[in-house]
T-cell receptor
């Protein structure tokens, strides 16, 4: 499968625990995005990387959230001291950097990691 | 910052009916616009996109969308829906190097 892969697909945790999600983008894509989606809402931007550099973070990304992309390939999103309000689907997407005709700005999404905080 | 508005969040229609989903964005400059679809149990998939040129864009599965700059709109249409079009549809606009999404339209097609 050459698409965007996310693990785990489902995570149930107790409030206060830490969780980590992993995203493996399409191999030739140098941009990687994290979004969050709750019921009845569209995806909300959290952060994005170009190669290993984290170029933008949303105000939604509180201090308890941290994302890394150490070698410019896979990425992890960690949530510390989870709260019930963190329950959501966490989506990863990737794209290529380039001109629009090359397909830049077209995000390919993974299936998501669903977090339930009890 | 841009924002995307989608109306009629829940749409129920019968097979062979026509579908039109509204999308309005707030931005006066060059825009890149997208419609994504999420079928039940599946991930978000690109339906169609507008970057420049012909404002009438054709996508997969018989969908099309029309960019009307004067109305800040990018409405999605399909002349005759099928049961398999049951899904959630999201309009999105590019903000710098990321996409901003609307809240989505839940479409249910009754056989």
């Amino acid at each position: 499968d050459t698409g965007v892969s996310q693990n785990p697909r489902h995570k149930i945790t107790k409030r206060g625990q830490n969780v980590t999600f992993r995203c493996d983008p399409i191999s030739e894509h140098n941009r990687l995005y994290w979004y969050r989606q709750t019921l009845g809402q569209g995806p909300e931007f959290l952060t994005y990387f170009q190669n290993e550099a984290q170029l933008e973070k949303s105000r939604l990304l509180s201090d308890r959230f941290s994302a890394e992309r150490p070698k410019g390939s896979f990425s992890t999103l960690e949530i510390q001291r989870t709260e019930q309000g963190d329950s959501a689907m966490y989506l990863c997407a990737s794209s290529i950097r380039g001109d629009l005709s090359s397909g830049a700005n077209v995000l390919t999404f993974g299936a998501g990691s669903r977090l339930t905080v009890l | 910052a841009q924002s995307v508005s989608q109306h009629n969040h829940h749409v129920i229609l019968s097979e062979a009916a026509s579908l039109e989903l509204g999308c309005n964005y707030s931005y006066g400059g060059t825009v890149n616009l997208f419609w994504y679809v999420q079928y039940p149990g599946q991930h978000l998939q690109l339906l169609l996109k507008y970057f420049s040129g012909d404002p009438l864009v054709k996508g997969i599965k018989g969908f099309e969308a029309e960019f009307i700059k004067s109305k800040f709109s990018f409405n999605l249409r399909k002349p005759s829906v099928q049961w398999s079009d049951t899904a959630e549809y999201f309009c999105a606009v590019r903000e710098n190097n990321r996409l901003a999404f609307g809240k989505g339209n839940q479409v249910v097609v009754i056989p």
